[in-house]
């Protein structure tokens, strides 16, 4: 596996770090989204987390920064930041993760990345403020090219 391999498009979901067993998995649910990524040869990342949009209407999007580092298995940090002048400038979340195993007898499998995120600064206000501080764990699923 190398580095190469993050480029793509994927299926975002991160997860609550809810210890105890739920019966309703949406429970666990932090978001759902789209991940574009490209890994230039020198090992720097850039990209979008799109965010799910009504039809007629602009998605808002992050935009991604990071790095690879490593090659087995390969590890990636990235930071994420809302656009200037969008309803999510305020948002500024730090990613740190990997690419996991490829297996050699797997069927159907999909290169998948997993690891933590941790929301870096507060954002919203009144109720609606979102505390810096908050951590969940991610799944990124590879979509077809």
């Not at 600064?121 to 590879?142: C, D, I, R, S």
Request: proline share 8%.
């Amino acid at each position: 596996m190398d580095a190469a391999e993050l480029t793509g498009t994927y299926t975002y979901r991160s997860f609550l770090e809810l210890p105890d067993p739920v019966q309703d998995f949406n429970r666990l649910r932090f978001a759902q989204l789209e991940l574009r990524l490209t890994a230039a040869p020198d090992g720097t990342v850039s990209g979008l987390l799109v965010f799910p949009a009504p039809p007629g209407t602009e998605a808002q999007a992050m935009v991604m920064t990071g790095q690879v580092s490593g090659s087995s298995p390969v590890a990636f940090t990235l930071t994420g930041k809302g656009r200037p002048g969008t309803p999510i400038s305020d948002f500024h979340y730090d990613y740190d993760g990997i690419i996991l195993h490829h297996w050699d007898t797997g069927v159907n499998q999909r290169t998948t990345l997993a690891g933590t995120v941790l929301r870096a600064e507060p954002h919203g206000t009144g109720e609606n403020l979102a505390p810096a501080g908050q951590t969940a764990g991610f799944l990124a699923v590879k979509r077809n090219a």
